[in-house]
């Protein structure tokens, strides 16, 4: 069946840091994939989507290239920030039955100052 | 704005008592959602419902109640036959069902901390 592996966290950088979190997929057909953020004591929020392969979502300096080859969809930025503290999940979504959608287990990203 | 309210933001429920969390949504989205969420854990699905007076089990369904009786609200009753209740509740909508909803993704609430005492 579908699903979505994530790497563990929790990742620990220093304010300025690269950030890259890996995220893979397994699906039977032509899944969107996507990246959420929740913040402390908070809901989900759409960080990024991409609809199709090679496609690149992009949102607030984040960045993840929907790769078909390695069914991948990696979340990367190139200077964190202190406010980027959170968990971050990835998902996909078939669509072909029902919009259900398949979540990782979540990353938790801690930048220090 | 548009958006999903959940409401409580926390709750607390004695040992064999019903409660129900509600959802309202006036995004004039399609179809709602209820996810159950763990420490250290991603989301597991509980019910989920395309369209008025229609709703379909998630993986962890038992233990659970929903209705569905106007497009804007879909509340979630935890009910005694859920012997681990304690956890984070999250709603969530998207616009429709097929093709679109799954390219713009989900809108979440800001969940209901759920806690037996």
């Known amino acids: 069946g579908d699903s979505v592996t994530q790497m563990e966290g929790p990742v620990t950088l220093s304010e300025e840091a690269f950030l890259t979190i890996n995220c893979t997929y397994t699906?039977?057909?032509?899944?969107?994939l996507f990246w959420y953020v929740q913040y402390p004591g908070e809901g989900l929020q759409l960080l990024l989507k991409?609809?199709?392969?090679?496609d690149k979502g992009s949102n607030k300096g984040f960045e993840a290239t929907y790769r078909k080859e390695t069914t991948s969809f990696h979340l990367e930025k190139g200077s964190v920030q202190v406010s980027d503290s959170a968990v971050y999940f990835c998902?996909?979504?078939?669509?072909?039955?029902?919009?259900?959608?398949?979540f990782g287990s979540g990353t938790k990203l801690n930048v220090k100052p | 704005d548009g958006g999903i309210t959940q409401s409580p933001k926390y709750l607390f429920r004695k040992e064999g008592q019903n409660v129900t969390l509600s959802c309202e949504q006036n995004?004039?989205?399609?179809?709602m959602y209820w996810y159950r969420q763990d420490p250290g854990q991603g989301l597991r699905l509980i019910y989920y419902?395309?369209?008025?007076?229609?709703?379909q089990k998630g993986d962890i369904a038992e233990g659970y109640s929903v209705s569905r009786e106007k497009k804007e609200s879909f509340p979630l009753t935890v009910t005694s036959a859920q012997k681990n209740p304690t956890a984070f509740y999250l709603c969530?909508?998207?616009?429709?069902?097929?093709?679109?909803?799954?390219?713009?993704?989900?809108?979440f609430g800001s969940g209901t901390r759920l806690t037996v005492v």
């Open positions: 969530a909508s998207s616009i429709d069902i097929q093709a679109e909803g799954n390219r713009v993704g989900y809108t």
């Open positions: 699906a039977t057909g032509y899944p969107s």
């Open positions: 991409a609809t199709k392969a090679d």
């Open positions: 998902a996909l979504s078939e669509g072909y039955n029902f919009n259900k959608f398949y």
């Open positions: 995004l004039n989205h399609d179809a």
């Open positions: 419902s395309q369209i008025v007076n229609d709703f």
